[in-house]
């Protein structure tokens, strides 16, 4: 136990610097953000050495990287060139609209997808199989800015339902600002989120439909029919917890994308997330808060494989006794 | 077994011939076959694989797949004709008149439903009144009747938590619950050790003649045929060899297949017990440790102290039972050019120990001594001089061979990085398929267009072709049919024999080992139970389990 818990921290600990590491190189590489941050129309050749010293950058690229891991040691990532703010502060102040996103839009997209799945594997072949693998081809498919655009065009100005973007009011909780927990922030939510769900639920519906023809065409479901036992108790008491694992790791995976990566949705419907902070960043070169965001997803990914690992053990009682 | 035969026969299938529809004018799966079954009556159904054998158990349960087509012929069951499309009927006749058990006790039960709520649903779908309550007290009545111990505190756990009898019981159990007339039982015992093996055809006697359940009983095994069947079917090809009562047909077989199939059968040579009696007195001390029958060779494998244990993980603190180890404190040792046997049942660690021989797990503790060069078990890095000298042949060889790899490229992958250096890869590979009476036709072709029997010749010219030193076979026949099993083993002794090859042998079945082996090692919990040459082992041991474990062979197949 105590092993294998080191294991993933040391394990995690590598992986934040790789991506440190990756990261910082990275964003050194595409220019310097110097130039984004004085006028570059009246800035003197001594404003921008200034400007160059100040940011500490004048110091050679590694100097430059241990000084940095020095203070993200003690939790400070620095300020942000742009927004002159604390830059973890500041990716922190946009995770409420991420994550209740991304959340909303797993809620729709992993029941959705595994019960289309389930309904596709049941009849392989059948008319029901062959209309949600021609659909899932299609959703995955799909450009997610055309798909955006298509709901917007359809859900806020054909029918007029949804607003087209933005995020609306917010209702303050636990100390951060939400908007799912008024109508209206749900309203806008709802394109933002079928925008996310819908390729998901197509991987997810795919994923299931290959579990559920390899589960019953096992023969504790053949045990399960001669036993006597009705089609839908088999299908969602038997088969459904048997492709669960396959899911869950599916499902962990995909939200975490959806936490740092739904740059094209949150553009779209003008949503102040964390995936449309890192691109902004990244074009004006404001490395701290590039940083800072890579540091969270990491730490999001960690976090949520540990958790779909626990799940395993809930779901697998094999898993919880012998691993 | 009824008082009141003659009756009209529970279930009658009349002239049944089913085809698979998609190979259409290749022979039927099932050609004209006609049966009846009584009430109470054990039917057995014997042949070997591809004789259709299963699929009429699943046409009289309503299970074949759609690609298969009865085209003519009818079932009647209780007089009343089933038809195999219509589910309506088969909701009031699966698991209420005619239920099921199947060969893998591990594969027919959801791995993720504990055991007492398995049963509880059967219970609850198959009697429309009983109550939730009434039927959790049957389930546990049910699980006692059927010998699964402590069933109050084991009613919640799960499949992977009882042994594999224990599973075969309770799906045993999860067949009666909708107190049925007829029970398919396809392979029922195959599955298990020959200890359980026994305990399960006796529970089923048992049933039989406390519930007047009728059993079609389908087995390609005639020692449980002889055990308790009232009659027998012999199939071939799809059609009824030759039916009768089971005592005369076993007694007097009319068929020369039906003969073939009984002289197929490895018989174990037991002396009987007084002059069993008589030789042990000469033997004080049985020897624990095999000796080499030679003074002066020295064994080409020695392992001791192997130590193995399948703990530690993730969710260690979770776990609710103690773990008992898969191996303690093991001590085996193979004579040069000879074929050392392991027998146990499964659980016992006879696989583990081939498998940490074979370098393919490592073990916890010991040492392991391969021709005189030492190598620590427990370091998987360890025994890199040793590649390709330590060969295996699996159980299945439908698994044991590369899917996506034609045969040619198997085989010639084992000569490439083998032990054995070959400049020619392609005339080894034939040579070995002509010694091993596998047609080279066969070498483009891929593992799933090949046969069972097929197969397993390939995997023995794989492990061959890499030129090892030592062959570890794991229960090399039993997946196959009876009449093919004679033959692999033949080929295995003879090419063993002729390359000077040492060979472990780990089998369930002690007359196999019996047949084969120089010297013999009992596994039980991990532990060797007993060990000696294969004389002392059948004629002289004391042990009791070895003892358990020779009686319970069926009588008629030991002289």
């Given at each position: 136990?105590m092993?294998?818990?080191i294991?993933r921290?040391?394990?995690?600990?590598?992986?934040?610097?790789?991506?440190?590491?990756?990261?910082?190189v990275?964003?050194?590489?595409?220019?310097?953000?110097?130039?984004?941050?004085?006028?570059?129309e009246?800035?003197?050749?001594?404003?921008?050495?200034?400007?160059?010293?100040?940011l500490?950058?004048?110091?050679?690229?590694?100097?430059?990287?241990?000084?940095?891991?020095?203070?993200?040691?003690t939790?400070n990532?620095?300020?942000?060139?742009?927004?002159h703010?604390?830059?973890?502060?500041l990716v922190?102040?946009?995770?409420?609209?991420?994550?209740?996103?991304?959340s909303?839009?797993?809620?729709?997209?992993?029941?959705?997808?595994?019960?289309?799945?389930?309904l596709?594997?049941r009849k392989?072949?059948?008319?029901?199989?062959?209309a949600?693998?021609k659909?899932?081809?299609?959703a995955?498919?799909?450009?997610?800015?055309?798909l955006?655009?298509?709901?917007?065009l359809?859900g806020a100005i054909?029918?007029g339902?949804?607003?087209?973007g933005?995020r609306?009011?917010?209702?303050?909780?636990?100390?951060?600002?939400?908007?799912?927990?008024t109508?209206?922030?749900?309203?806008r939510?709802?394109?933002?989120?079928?925008?996310?769900?819908?390729?998901?639920?197509?991987?997810?519906?795919?994923?299931?439909r290959?579990?559920?023809?390899?589960v019953?065409?096992?023969?504790f479901?053949?045990?399960?029919?001669?036993?006597g036992?009705?089609?839908?108790?088999?299908?969602?008491?038997?088969?459904l917890?048997?492709?669960?694992?396959?899911?869950?790791?599916?499902v962990?995976?995909?939200f975490?994308?959806m936490?740092?990566?739904?740059?094209?949705?949150?553009?779209?419907?003008?949503?102040p997330?964390?995936?449309?902070?890192?691109?902004?960043?990244?074009?004006?070169l404001?490395?701290p808060?590039?940083?800072?965001?890579?540091?969270?997803?990491?730490?999001?990914?960690?976090g949520l494989?540990?958790?779909?690992?626990?799940?395993?053990?809930?779901?697998d009682?094999?898993?919880?006794?012998?691993? | 077994?009824?008082h009141?035969?003659?009756q009209?026969p529970?279930?009658?299938?009349r002239n049944?011939?089913l085809?698979?529809?998609?190979?259409t004018?290749s022979t039927?799966?099932?050609?004209?076959?006609?049966?009846?079954?009584?009430?109470?009556e054990?039917?057995g159904?014997?042949?070997?694989s591809?004789?259709?054998?299963?699929?009429?158990g699943?046409?009289?349960?309503?299970?074949?797949?759609?690609?298969f087509?009865?085209?003519?012929?009818t079932?009647?069951?209780?007089?009343k004709p089933?038809?195999?499309n219509?589910?309506?009927q088969?909701?009031t006749?699966?698991?209420?008149?005619?239920?099921?058990?199947?060969q893998?006790?591990?594969a027919?039960?959801d791995?993720?439903?504990?055991?007492?709520?398995?049963?509880?649903?059967?219970?609850?779908?198959t009697?429309d009144?009983?109550?939730?309550?009434q039927a959790?007290?049957?389930?546990?009545?049910?699980?006692?009747?059927v010998?699964?111990?402590d069933?109050?505190q084991?009613?919640?756990?799960?499949?992977?938590?009882?042994?594999?009898?224990?599973?075969?019981?309770?799906?045993?159990a999860?067949?009666?619950?909708?107190?049925?007339?007829?029970?398919?039982?396809?392979?029922?015992?195959s599955?298990?050790?020959?200890?359980?093996?026994k305990?399960?055809l006796?529970?089923?006697r048992?049933?039989?003649?406390?519930?007047?359940?009728?059993?079609?009983?389908?087995?390609?095994d005639m020692?449980?045929?002889s055990?308790?069947t009232?009659?027998?079917?012999?199939?071939?090809?799809?059609?009824?060899?030759?039916q009768?009562p089971?005592?005369?047909?076993?007694d007097a077989?009319?068929r020369?297949?039906?003969r073939?199939?009984l002289?197929a059968?490895?018989?174990?040579?037991?002396?009987?017990?007084?002059?069993?009696?008589e030789?042990?007195?000469?033997?004080?001390d049985?020897?624990?440790?095999?000796?080499s029958m030679?003074?002066?060779?020295?064994?080409?494998?020695?392992?001791?102290?192997?130590?193995?244990?399948?703990?530690?993980?993730?969710f260690?603190?979770?776990?609710?039972?103690?773990?008992?180890p898969?191996?303690?404190?093991?001590?085996?040792?193979?004579?040069?050019?000879?074929?050392?046997?392991?027998?146990?049942?499964s659980?016992?660690?006879k696989?583990t120990?081939?498998r940490?021989?074979?370098?393919?797990?490592t073990?916890?503790?010991g040492?392991?001594?391969?021709?005189d060069?030492?190598?620590?078990?427990s370091r998987?890095?360890?025994?890199?001089?040793?590649?390709?000298?330590?060969q295996?042949?699996?159980?299945?060889?439908?698994m044991?061979?590369?899917?996506?790899m034609?045969?040619?490229e198997?085989?010639?992958?084992?000569?490439?990085?083998?032990a054995?250096?070959?400049?020619?890869?392609?005339s080894?590979?034939?040579?070995m398929?002509?010694?091993?009476?596998?047609?080279?036709?066969?070498?483009?072709?891929?593992p799933?267009?090949?046969?069972?029997?097929?197969k397993?010749?390939?995997c023995?010219a794989?492990?061959?072709l890499?030129?090892?030193?030592?062959?570890?076979?794991d229960?090399?026949?039993s997946?196959?049919d009876?009449?093919v099993?004679?033959?692999?083993?033949q080929?295995?002794?003879?090419?063993v024999?002729?390359?000077?090859?040492s060979m472990?042998?780990?089998?369930?079945?002690?007359?196999?080992?019996?047949?084969?082996?120089?010297?013999?090692y009992?596994?039980?919990?991990?532990?060797?139970e007993?060990a000696?040459?294969?004389?002392f082992?059948?004629?002289?041991?004391?042990n009791?389990?070895?003892?358990?474990?020779?009686?319970a062979?069926?009588?008629?197949?030991t002289?």
């Open positions: 136990m092993t294998t818990i294991g921290l040391s394990q995690a600990a590598l992986l934040l610097l790789v991506m440190s590491a990756i990261g910082f990275g964003i050194h590489s595409v220019g310097n953000p110097v130039y984004n941050i004085v006028n570059i009246t800035a003197t050749a001594e404003d921008i050495r200034n400007a160059t010293i100040a500490g950058l004048d110091q050679p690229l590694w100097r430059q990287y241990l000084l940095f891991m020095g203070k993200v040691v939790g990532f620095g300020t942000s060139y742009i927004y703010l604390p830059a973890f502060d922190m102040s946009k995770l409420p609209a991420t994550l209740e996103l991304a909303i839009a797993m809620l729709i997209a992993a029941p959705c997808g595994t019960l289309l799945g389930l596709a594997g392989q072949g059948g008319a029901i199989d062959r949600i693998l659909a899932s081809v299609f995955l498919s799909i450009p997610s800015f055309w955006s655009m298509v709901l917007i359809v054909t029918l339902w949804f607003p087209s933005g609306g009011p917010t209702v303050s909780l636990v100390g951060q600002e939400w908007s799912f927990l109508v209206e922030g749900l309203r939510l709802t394109l933002p989120a079928l925008a996310l769900a819908i390729p998901n639920i197509a991987l997810i519906a795919r994923l299931a290959a579990g559920t023809i390899e019953e065409s096992q023969d479901v053949r045990f399960c029919r001669a036993k036992l009705s089609p839908r108790r088999i299908l969602f008491r038997h088969t917890p048997n492709i669960s694992i396959p899911i869950v790791t599916i962990g995976m995909q975490g994308g936490l740092a990566f739904a740059v094209v949705v949150e553009t779209i419907f003008a949503w997330g964390m995936g449309k902070l890192l691109i902004d960043s990244i074009q004006l404001d490395r808060v590039v940083m800072a965001t890579l540091t969270f997803v990491s730490l999001a990914f960690v494989n540990a958790l779909v690992d626990l799940l395993y053990a809930m779901l009682p094999r898993v919880r006794l012998s691993t | 077994m009824t009141d035969s003659p009209a529970l279930l009658v299938v049944l011939t085809v698979h529809r998609a190979t004018g039927p799966i099932l050609r004209d076959v006609s049966l009846s079954l009584q009430r109470g054990i039917l159904v014997i042949g070997e591809g004789a259709g054998k299963s699929s009429l699943n046409a009289i349960l309503g299970l074949l797949s759609p690609d087509e009865r085209t003519t012929g079932i009647l069951f209780n007089g089933l038809d195999g219509n589910e309506r088969w909701d006749i699966r698991g209420r008149r005619i239920s099921a058990i199947f893998d006790h591990t027919s039960l791995p993720l439903m504990a055991i007492g709520p398995q049963l509880e649903e059967t219970i609850l779908a009697n009144t009983m109550s939730r309550r959790r007290d049957h389930a546990i009545q049910l699980l006692t009747r010998g699964i111990p069933i109050d084991r009613y919640h756990h799960y499949p992977h938590q009882f042994s594999g009898g224990q599973r075969q019981r309770a799906v045993i999860i067949a009666l619950a909708g107190r049925p007339d007829i029970i398919i039982a396809d392979e029922p015992t599955a298990l050790d020959a200890t359980v093996q305990q399960i006796y529970l089923l048992e049933l039989v003649e406390e519930t007047n359940v009728s059993i079609i009983l389908v087995t390609h020692g449980v045929v055990e308790i009232d009659s027998v079917i012999v199939m071939r090809h799809g059609e009824i060899v030759e009768g089971t005592s005369s047909l076993l077989p009319q020369t297949y039906t073939s199939l002289a059968v490895p018989r174990l040579r037991v002396s009987n017990p007084g002059e069993r009696k030789r042990t007195k000469h033997l004080n049985p020897p624990l440790h095999v000796g030679e003074p002066g060779t020295r064994p080409i494998l020695v392992a001791r102290g192997i130590t193995k244990s399948f703990s530690g993980g993730v260690a603190l979770l776990r609710t039972r103690p773990q008992t898969a191996l303690q404190d093991v001590c085996v040792q193979l004579d040069r050019g000879m074929i050392t046997g392991i027998v146990g049942e659980g016992s660690g696989s120990i081939g940490i021989i074979a370098g393919l797990e073990a916890g503790d040492k392991i001594e391969i021709d060069t030492c190598f620590d078990p998987s890095g360890s025994r890199s001089g040793l590649l390709g000298k330590v295996m042949i699996f159980q299945d060889p439908a044991s061979l590369n899917p996506r034609s045969i040619s198997s085989l010639r992958e084992s000569v490439r990085y083998g054995a250096i070959a400049k020619d890869e392609l080894i590979v034939g040579t398929m002509d010694r091993l009476g596998l047609a080279r036709s066969l070498l483009p072709r891929y799933h267009q090949l046969s069972g029997g097929q397993q010749r390939v023995i794989r492990a061959l890499a030129g090892p030193s030592i062959i570890v076979a229960e090399p026949t997946a196959l009876v009449s099993q004679a033959e692999i083993v080929l295995l002794r003879e090419n024999r002729e390359r000077g090859i472990l042998f780990i089998s369930h079945d002690l007359a196999l080992v019996q047949e084969l082996c120089s010297s013999i009992i596994f039980k919990d991990g532990r060797v007993d000696g040459s294969s004389e082992i059948f004629t002289h041991s004391q009791p389990y070895t003892r358990s474990l020779i009686d062979r069926p009588r008629r197949f002289h």
